[in-house]
């Protein structure tokens, strides 16, 4: 079982996902493996707050030139997600 602390990494902060925190909706960078019954779990867990319902998001990682070479690496692969909460806030800074 995973803890709370392992499927959110951090919170997204843009001007898009700033722009979502008045209709209640938070943004978090959580672990590609996550599902979605265990985000929520974790962010009702983390932040005391009832959660209604969990969207996601899969991002590949770009293709990237490493040095003057022409080999090519790549970014990892992330996964995001656009909770949204039934009732209260959270806190975030």
Not at 47 to 54: A, G, R, T
Request: hydrophobic content about 40%.
């Amino acid at each position: 079982m995973k803890n709370a602390f392992d499927i959110i990494i951090a919170p997204v902060v843009t001007e898009k996902c700033n722009g979502l925190i008045q209709e209640k909706k938070y943004t978090f960078k959580v672990r590609p493996d996550a599902g979605k019954i265990e985000i929520g779990k974790a962010v009702e867990e983390l932040f005391k707050v009832k959660v209604k319902s969990v969207n996601v998001m899969n991002y590949s990682g770009k293709a990237k030139r490493a040095g003057r070479t022409m080999k090519m690496g790549r970014r990892p692969d992330w996964k995001r997600a656009v909770v949204t909460l039934a009732e209260g806030s959270i806190e975030i800074i």
